[in-house]
């Protein structure tokens, strides 16, 4: 996963943490997370506001369904 997998990235977020609300998580937090997920292999430094916000919402968008 890179960090333009956001569904990826989300989906893998939601396997890893079930019990949390994604609009709740700091964005540093979030990067810290996406970045030790095991199939993550993108440079951490390659995030931005943006990046994190689109995974964010399609992480809540999964835990809504």
Known sequence: MTWQDSEDIALALLDQYP?????????????????????FKDDPKKSNEGILERI??????????
Do not use: G, I
């Open 19 to 39: 019990e949390v609300n994604p609009l709740d998580v700091r964005f540093t937090e979030l990067h810290r997370w996406v970045t030790e997920l095991p199939d």
């Open 56 to 65: 964010q919402m399609a992480w809540y968008e999964e835990v809504k369904k």
